[in-house]
């Protein structure tokens, strides 16, 4: 997992990390429950191609590339100028020498004012990650309760399994409860809780 998907997990389980393995692992699998019922829904009621966030992208691109002026090569490549600065489209292969196009896979404001002048829908070069229905597909699966535990089926090679707890010496003191912040993250400032400016908290508020 990416370290920002870690991060939020860590926020949102922040005191069910003090729950015994069992517990911790239901109550991650009732999140994700949650969690995916509230993006199907969300999925569902878009009712454009594109999802909302990806539609407001383009739109507010569009409304950049209204200005921009367009120098047609042949009849899938041009060049976009605006101000001093130009870019050169190429529709056949989905390209635009400023990048961001390459990259993420979503118009540009060079492509959507290339689009504009050769009479394309810039909505069929965005990448079907962004369409509501790759969304919907993305959560078209359902996470169930995992039941009673009197009710479940365990096989006889996993019951009479023994599983040791890990080799490791545990560290003198309490455990911590406040992940230590990575490398560029600053420093949280604290807030006092009776005037409510910062740096300072209220056994030293003044």
């Not at 699998?29 to 454009?48: D, E, G, I, P, Y």
């Not at 492509?111 to 002048?117: D, N, S």
């Not at 009479?119 to 993305?138: D, M």
């Amino acid at each position: 997992m990416t370290p920002g998907i870690v991060k939020s997990l860590n926020v949102v389980l922040k005191n069910a990390r003090d729950f015994p393995d069992l517990q911790l692992v239901e109550e991650l699998r009732n999140l994700l429950q949650k969690w995916f019922v509230t993006r199907q829904q969300q999925a569902m009621s878009m009712l454009a191609e594109l999802t909302m966030w990806t539609d407001g992208e383009l739109r507010s691109r569009y409304n950049m590339s209204t200005t921009y002026l367009v120098e047609p090569i042949n009849s899938n490549e041009c060049n976009v100028k605006y101000a001093s600065i130009s870019a050169q489209v190429n529709l056949d292969t989905r390209s635009c020498t400023c990048r961001p196009f390459d990259l993420d896979h979503i118009p540009c404001a060079h492509v959507i004012a290339a689009c504009r002048f050769y009479n394309i829908s810039c909505y069929t070069l965005c990448s079907k990650y962004f369409t509501t229905k790759t969304l919907l597909s993305s959560y078209s699966e359902c996470i169930y309760p995992t039941g009673n535990e009197i009710d479940w089926v365990i096989l006889d090679h996993i019951c009479n399994k023994v599983v040791l707890p890990p080799k490791t010496r545990c560290p003198t003191g309490r455990p911590r409860k406040v992940r230590i912040p990575s490398s560029g993250e600053g420093k949280r400032t604290s807030r006092c809780s009776l005037c409510g400016q910062y740096g300072h908290n209220r056994k030293t508020c003044k």
